[in-house]
């Protein structure tokens, strides 16, 4: 399936979006108006570029947390986000009781996502095995960092994957960093892809900037694992550009020239040159577009500001689901 | 109404439950063809196949955690962990995954679940085949934990656990499997609401807490001493978590002393609990301390015979702590 | 003597014992260049190299695992879990191998090790960057549980902690890393024993029972019903595990009533062991029920600033405990 | 290194020691007189083969409960193993704490076992890692099975071994069987080997009913370990001839077809052979010998029989290093 031009450009608008709601972020907090954010920018391409090869509201997105594009992508509103940042209580994804980025979007099959990396890539097993006790043909869609990768509970989930041939395409977003060690530190193989081979199922790299290549990858693996021929690690390799988090002083551990060298590797700019290259951009379009995105962004904070703070007491539940009343 | 042991009673709700629903399903070591170490799966596999009871990968972190995905999707998940020993592995996706995620959501996810395990000591397996767990999990805020101490209790609450929309932790006195038998009702459906706690004997003198096969032999140790004329009061907690409050400090009230019954360490132990509880909300009606028997502070039961008997609670351990504390 | 905070304090404790001996290594995430996310490593990669400052793969069953094997072989590792939440991957290798192989092996093999972890709320890092953990381990004999509240106790309770021969939890109240300050003496080689809680304010009228932050908490709360003409014992724990019931007995014989206080959530919590222990061997002291002060029973600390509050156990919430139970 | 004749007699005969041990161990559960036995019983000759490969009283063990024949070769005595068995007091690996097969021997380097699997694997790589921060060059043995690879437990210590480069031999037992889980129901790869490419280090397999392939093929993983060329991967195939434990009943789960096919590469026939093809040993030997295990099992047998139990108090000490007193 090649895509159209309008879904190509469509891909781009949610990468745009998700970057400047990103840049906002960190805008916020050097204002000190938020307490943490957690960044995706540089992984944008790679984020749209799966999510577009899923079908939204069958298929199935088991997150991690630098996956703001991705749920921008899957439906998630830049003033959802903000509500999240702010810890305002109209946030969907925990009413405020999670730090931001810890995405949930139940109507859109986007599942809860916790802090203790690769405890997702288990659930999303799960998910498969119960689509495939059903017998049905949706596929589910989960990412994870190089660095989790060294997590027991990862190879645990992709090898019950490849042993019942699940409908689970583990997609590695890597970054090359885990907060300050490099991927040396945490693998003896080139390539989480890599990995795969040691669990007997098809590993996959593509290059993480390039928001159509990683389409092209994601969709094949979509496919085959929609007809039934199982599971497929894909790596997705691409570079964080901001530091870990609004915790981090990436300074420590390493050089300016490094990070500078890989902005050139950006996938905003990659992507816009390759629509302009296409004739499916202009510049002006273009900052039209970024306009748009600001503009967009604009508004979000501005309802995030306006939004309530949920009470102290609301806390006190639901613990359990009996306790659940959204009526 | 048909006598029949503790194993069977949980092989009859797990086959009840996967006929009544088709989204239940059994996942663990060696459920499958091999009916599970203890048997407690014989039979479900030849009626509802391999693909409603998986024998999984050698592996309790995969058990749980494909569970939970399978339970967020919406099936039943029955995860059958070998010995409750074993369970760490999957501590990490019980704790921060299982228990939290209706919390986290806000009520958006669910994950209906059963985690069940034999436990406890007094079968000859050592270290590492002999603990009890239940501790660890009566702590953690969106769980819920079971422990049956009878046949008929059994089938209801495992019953009721398939059903729960919560993560529930059921943990089976494994020596009682066959060594504690019970009427159950042959035709008759049936659940026990977990929750609450049950006075099993009543008494004037003191008060018995305990759970799975404590409860077995503080029943023992109660018709024991009232052949001594010491009338106990015995409660069976069923469920540890939440805790049942009401009904222990209800007892308390009537008898004025307490004595709390486990297998596992005492210190850290859910006897604690138990003895805050009533330490706090019960104080006005206590005319003595606060009893604990507990296994000692050792890491767990030795396997030599001898060492076993040591550390293990047992009907005349019991009966003498309650001498003990009526004598107060 | 000069004054250092909690963070300075335990990379002084790390940095001597590194030089004072070789076989003590560092291995944990970030723990190199970065010098850990709270900075507790800072400096010890440049002056060790990376031999003795291990970043580890993001795995912490890997760095528990692989410190155990370290120890067996006659090293002295401090593994260091980036946050407490975090530790729960690592929970079978510490109870099932650390804890017992004393035990398991009749004293044949020791696991000398320090377990280093940052707990506890306040610091609005919502469900996954603020629990506390204390509870899941000061129940496992051949673990050693400590706690420290200030820069002092810090030092050498971590200190003892690298020296000792078995595996010792070390949870250290992130929220105080720079908020609690305190006098370290400056060139002067001091240890603190781990076992011993200490009574850290003389008081009259009640106990107040606490650790870590809680501990500083109280000792302000206790200035603060001072003025009000209530005289307040406050009693730091600092190893909560083996239990230093003595000491705890002592001071409730002296004041008649105890209060314990701790963040994690009532129910199965560390409180409960404290309590207890009152009801049953300090019966006869007490005047009035035994209270605890604790986090809610909900999964963890929200992270939204109310949400926070509401959950977060502080130096007002403790002063109306004690007024309370002052008035009893 | 090619293995002397009289070495390669002393093998033989420690899987024979073994082997006979083993039966009768069988044999006292079935009078009764034991509560527990899990057997090596077609797991001799990888055992034994790797056992002679490294150096003892310099080199580390880290084994599994199956490793009898194992630890025969490190030194245990039949009549220590007979004192787990009854569980009497003069046990030295745990002072009759432990279940049967818990191995521990100080004083031959070789690591406590304790029950949950593949926990001992992150042990020996720490192990390994202390060698190499002495610039040691010894090297350490660790053994699981088949079944046991499936626990994350056992990636990590792989996977903190290769990143390292550690001089640690990961030897798969793959006898298999997981109780009665067959192979196929945990790993999508034909062999526990074939994991290693996954993780960066070579995997390598081997015959494991044949005793001196096994020593061969461990051999060269342990030279280049002590080398400083890292770990190794080596799985040694062969079959359980034994139900999982005295507690399991294989028939639920394989046909005696099965079993009996199996029992013609038990691997002390196939030694025998190998040894009386090569002229080493004659049928009279061989009767010799056996004779010899047989006595020294009855002798091991009337040991543990005098052989008080613990004191019940005993089990009271030591929880702590500081409770340990041994002298
Ligand atoms: C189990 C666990 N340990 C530690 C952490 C702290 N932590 C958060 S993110 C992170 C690094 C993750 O690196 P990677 O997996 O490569 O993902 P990235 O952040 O680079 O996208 C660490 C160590 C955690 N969240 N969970
Ligand atoms: C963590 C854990 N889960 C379950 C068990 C119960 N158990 C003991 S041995 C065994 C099967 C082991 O199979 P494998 O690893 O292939 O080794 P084998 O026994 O075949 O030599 C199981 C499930 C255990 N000991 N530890
Ligand atoms: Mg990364
Ligand atoms: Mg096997």
């Known amino acids: ?327 | 109404m048909a006598e029949i042991n503790l194993v069977e009673a949980i092989r009859q709700a797990m086959d009840e439950e996967m006929e009544r629903d088709e989204n239940v399903f059994v996942i663990g070591e060696d459920v499958g063809v091999r009916g599970g170490v203890f048997r407690a799966t014989v039979g479900l596999f030849d009626k509802y196949g391999e693909e409603r009871v998986i024998d999984s990968p050698l592996a309790e972190l995969t058990i749980v955690g494909v569970g939970i995905g399978a339970a967020l999707y919406g099936k039943r998940p029955i995860c059958e962990i070998q010995f409750a020993d074993f369970i760490y592995p999957a501590f990490n996706q019980i704790v921060s995954e299982a228990a939290k995620m209706v919390y986290r959501s806000d009520g958006a996810w669910f994950v209906p679940m059963v985690i069940r395990a034999p436990y406890g000591g007094g079968i000859g397996g050592g270290l590492y085949h002999s603990q009890s767990v239940e501790a660890f999990f009566a702590h953690v805020p969106g769980l819920k934990v079971v422990i049956p101490s009878n046949p008929y209790d059994a089938k209801g609450l495992l019953k009721s656990a398939v059903r729960d929309p919560n993560p529930v932790m059921f943990f089976e006195p494994k020596k009682g499997y066959r060594l504690i038998k019970g009427e159950v009702p042959e035709d008759e459906e049936y659940t026990i609401p977990i929750g609450p706690a049950k006075v099993t004997r009543e008494g004037r003198d003191l008060s018995v807490f305990a759970y799975g096969m404590m409860h077995h032999y503080a029943l023992q140790a109660a018709e024991t001493v009232a052949e001594e004329g010491i009338d106990v009061e015995v409660v069976d907690l069923r469920t540890l978590y939440p805790v049942d409050r009401e009904t222990i400090l209800e007892s308390v009230r009537k008898t004025s002393k307490a004595l709390i019954v486990h297998e596992d360490n005492l210190t850290g132990g859910y006897g604690g609990e138990i003895a805050a509880t009533i330490a706090e909300w019960g104080f006005m009606d206590l005319d003595a301390p606060v009893r604990r028997l507990a296994g000692p502070d050792v890491p767990a039961v030795p396997f030599s015979h001898p060492m076993q008997e040591w550390f293990m609670v047992n009907p005349d351990k019991i009966a003498d702590a309650i001498r003990d504390l009526a004598a107060f």
Chains 1, 4 share one sequence.
């Open chain 1, 1 to 327: 399936m090649t895509l159209s031009n309008a879904l190509k450009k469509e891909m781009f608008w949610v990468m745009l979006l998700a970057r400047r709601l990103d840049e906002r972020a960190w805008v916020l907090h050097r204002q000190g108006k938020i307490a943490f954010h957690i960044s995706g920018i540089g992984q944008e391409a790679a984020q749209v570029g799966a999510v577009y090869a899923i079908k939204k509201g069958k298929d199935w997105l088991v997150p991690y947390y630098r996956d703001l594009a991705m749920l921008i992508a899957m439906g998630m509103t830049p003033s959802e986000f903000v509500m999240s940042l702010l810890g305002k209580a109209p946030d969907p994804t925990s009413g405020a009781r999670q730090m931001p980025s810890h995405f949930s979007m139940r109507h859109a099959n986007v599942v809860s996502h916790s802090a203790p990396v690769a405890t997702q890539s288990p659930h999303a097993s799960g998910i498969g095995l119960g689509i495939k006790m059903d017998g049905g043909d949706a596929v589910v869609l989960t990412t994870i960092g190089e660095g989790a990768t060294s997590q027991g509970e990862w190879y645990e989930a992709v090898n019950f994957a490849a042993v019942h041939k699940l409908p689970v395409i583990f997609l590695v977003e890597n970054n090359q960093y885990a907060i300050s060690v490099p991927q040396e530190k945490q693998m003896a193989v080139n390539s989480a892809a890599d990995k795969a081979c040691g669990l007997g199922l098809p590993g996959i790299k593509v290059d993480g900037t390039r928001v159509f290549e990683v389409y092209e990858a994601i969709l094949e693996a979509v496919e085959k694992a929609r007809n039934g021929e199982g599971a497929t690690v894909i790596e997705a390799k691409m570079y964080r550009l901001t530091p870990h988090s609004s915790d981090d002083d990436d300074r420590s551990y390493r050089t300016r020239e490094e990070v500078e060298k890989h902005k050139k590797q950006d996938p905003i700019i990659l992507a816009k040159e390759a629509l302009i290259d296409e004739g499916l951009l202009t510049e002006e379009e273009y900052e039209e577009l970024d306009q748009k995105a600001k503009d967009e962004v604009d508004e979000a904070v501005k309802a995030g500001n306006e939004a309530p703070y949920p009470k102290g007491e609301d806390a006190a539940t639901p613990v359990y689901a009996e306790e659940v009343n959204h009526g």
